[in-house]
């Protein structure tokens, strides 16, 4: 896609200026000419919000209650019975026993973050959306997974960064095997989604070693991706760690979205030679929030049809 940028936008101007006869001297065209190049930087138009899109969906709440179809249930897998550790569970509206579904796994962005335009990520399992808006609450299991710590001796869900990593990814293997032969989830179609602190998760998290890695079928990633910043507080965001991590991909798809560019994930990524199978799709808004598939947007309706790409193959 081209675009024109202000300073040809302003040239032109200063050009048709001239071309129709103004008696500008050498001076009092350039400087008209830096008043244009202002002016146009000035009035290069702010993305728009979220909010300026009506939403058609609206994500369940979590409650404890008894699996059933439409129903997203608090449960804990065995083996962490007694902590304070925990996730959710969606079974799609058309559910029925001994029917297969494939899979959404999602995990929630740093809690404790809200921007100047509303855009609020409370880090909890609860608070995850971007898997029922890509699925519309049908057709899928969707699973919303915590990252696991420990304080003073206790195991909860830990609302911002990974926790312990080896217990969080325990705790993945664990319920993904739980929910696929409790519920019908099909092994072979599961599918990593995260937003912002679970977008970096999905590479982190999901390709961290050979035991994790070849669990997922494809991923999506919105607002971030490994390796993009060397600065995110953690052990092993250096970008020789991710490239380690992201070697283990191998041939698998990711769907990557980001609020306004995704050019930074994508000159990270094709600076690796990894040749991966990366969709890349910028979304033409300024929220860091994964509320735009809660909306008919042509982002979500790419991303169902990735997806259904996906599962096809």
Same mark, same amino acid.
């Given at each position: 896609?081209?675009?024109?940028?202000?300073?040809?936008?302003?040239?032109? &101007?200063?050009?048709?200026?001239?071309?129709?006869?103004?008696?500008?001297?050498?001076?009092?065209?350039?400087?008209?000419? =830096? &008043?244009?190049?202002?002016?146009?930087?000035?009035?290069?138009?702010?993305?728009?919000?979220?909010?300026? =899109?009506?939403?058609?969906?609206?994500?369940?709440?979590?409650?404890?209650?008894?699996?059933?179809?439409?129903?997203?249930?608090?449960?804990?897998?065995?083996?962490?019975?007694?902590?304070?550790?925990?996730?959710?569970?969606?079974?799609?509206?058309?559910?029925?026993?001994?029917?297969? +579904?494939?899979?959404?796994?999602?995990?929630?962005?740093?809690?404790? %973050?809200?921007?100047?335009?509303?855009?609020?990520?409370?880090?909890?399992?609860?608070?995850?959306?971007? /898997?029922?808006? *890509?699925?519309?609450?049908? /057709? +899928?299991?969707? =699973?919303?997974?915590?990252?696991?710590?420990? =304080?003073? /001796?206790?195991?909860?869900?830990? *609302?911002?960064?990974?926790?312990?990593?080896?217990?969080?990814?325990?705790?993945?293997?664990?319920?993904?095997?739980?929910?696929?032969?409790?519920?019908?989830?099909?092994?072979?179609?599961?599918?990593?989604?995260?937003?912002?602190?679970?977008?970096?998760?999905?590479?982190?998290?999901?390709?961290?070693?050979?035991?994790?890695?070849?669990? !997922?079928?494809?991923?999506?990633?919105?607002?971030? %991706?490994? /390796?993009?910043?060397?600065?995110?507080? %953690?052990?092993?965001?250096?970008?020789?760690?991710?490239?380690?991590?992201?070697?283990?991909?191998?041939?698998?798809?990711?769907?990557?979205? $980001?609020?306004?560019?995704?050019?930074?994930?994508?000159? !990270?990524?094709?600076?690796? &030679?990894?040749?991966?199978?990366?969709?890349?799709?910028?979304?033409?808004?300024?929220? $860091?929030?994964?509320? !735009?598939?809660?909306?008919?947007?042509?982002?979500?309706?790419?991303?169902?049809?990735?997806?259904?790409?996906?599962?096809?193959?």
């Amino acid at each position: 896609m081209s675009r024109v940028s202000p300073c040809r936008v302003a040239a032109f &101007g200063a050009t048709r200026a001239l071309r129709a006869g103004r008696r500008w001297t050498v001076v009092a065209g350039l400087i008209g000419f =830096v &008043g244009l190049l202002a002016a146009a930087e000035v009035k290069t138009p702010a993305l728009p919000d979220l909010s300026t =899109v009506p939403a058609d969906l609206t994500v369940p709440e979590a409650r404890t209650e008894t699996p059933a179809p439409g129903v997203r249930s608090v449960q804990t897998t065995s083996g962490w019975e007694g902590t304070e550790v925990h996730h959710t569970l969606y079974l799609p509206r058309d559910w029925r026993p001994g029917r297969r +579904f494939p899979v959404i796994v999602e995990y929630a962005g740093n809690g404790g %973050y809200r921007n100047a335009y509303g855009d609020v990520s409370e880090g909890t399992v609860e608070g995850c959306r971007l /898997g029922f808006g *890509i699925t519309g609450g049908e /057709g +899928f299991l969707w =699973v919303c997974l915590p990252f696991v710590e420990e =304080v003073e /001796g206790r195991k909860r869900n830990a *609302i911002k960064w990974w926790g312990s990593v080896e217990e969080t990814k325990r705790y993945c293997l664990a319920t993904v095997r739980d929910v696929c032969a409790r519920f019908g989830g099909d092994e072979r179609a599961v599918i990593f989604c995260g937003f912002s602190r679970g977008a970096i998760a999905a590479n982190f998290i999901g390709l961290h070693d050979d035991t994790i890695a070849p669990i !997922w079928r494809a991923f999506i990633c919105h607002s971030h %991706y490994d /390796g993009v910043s060397e600065r995110w507080p %953690y052990a092993g965001a250096d970008r020789a760690s991710a490239l380690v991590r992201l070697r283990r991909l191998g041939s698998r798809p990711q769907f990557i979205s $980001h609020e306004g560019s995704t050019a930074a994930t994508e000159g !990270w990524l094709r600076g690796t &030679g990894v040749p991966g199978r990366w969709t890349f799709v910028p979304l033409p808004f300024r929220n $860091h929030s994964p509320d !735009w598939t809660l909306r008919d947007l042509p982002a979500r309706r790419a991303v169902r049809t990735w997806l259904a790409t996906v599962l096809a193959e």
